[in-house]
């Protein structure tokens, strides 16, 4: 069984900085693309960045420039730093992954991490 544990997220002011984390653990035999969407309320829910295993990123316009996206593919980890925050950047983060799982190929998603841009 394969999971996405999270971690980070909070309150923070306008401006300020996050950092998310997420460990995918379980019997899997590879990670397509690991990364990091989010849901706004009221909004669908929006990928926001992810990352190849060869460290290829890949934002979501209203990411770029202020989000960065690494992964330790030893580790299977993909962290997210989130710098120049603002109020609507207010939602639930979810990790997911692309796993290949006994010869499948699967979305894997993570139970979501809050986070409050606020003053």
């Known amino acids: 069984q394969v999971q996405l544990a999270e971690s980070g997220g909070g309150l923070v002011q306008p401006g300020g900085s996050l950092r998310l984390s997420c460990a995918a653990s379980?019997?899997?035999?590879?990670?397509?693309?690991m990364g990091w969407s989010r849901q706004i309320p009221g909004k669908e829910r929006e990928l926001v960045a992810g990352?190849?295993?060869?460290?290829?990123?890949k934002y979501a316009d209203s990411a770029k420039g202020r989000f960065t996206i690494s992964g330790d593919n030893a580790r299977n980890t993909v962290h997210l730093q989130m710098n120049s925050l603002q109020p609507e950047d207010t939602a639930v983060y979810y990790c997911?992954?692309?796993?290949?799982?006994?010869?499948?190929?699967?979305?894997?998603w993570g139970q979501g991490t809050q986070v409050t841009v606020s003053s």
């Open positions: 997911y992954a692309n796993i290949l799982v006994f010869g499948r190929w699967d979305d894997y």
């Open positions: 990352i190849l295993p060869d460290g290829t990123p």
């Open positions: 379980g019997s899997f035999s590879s990670i397509r693309i």
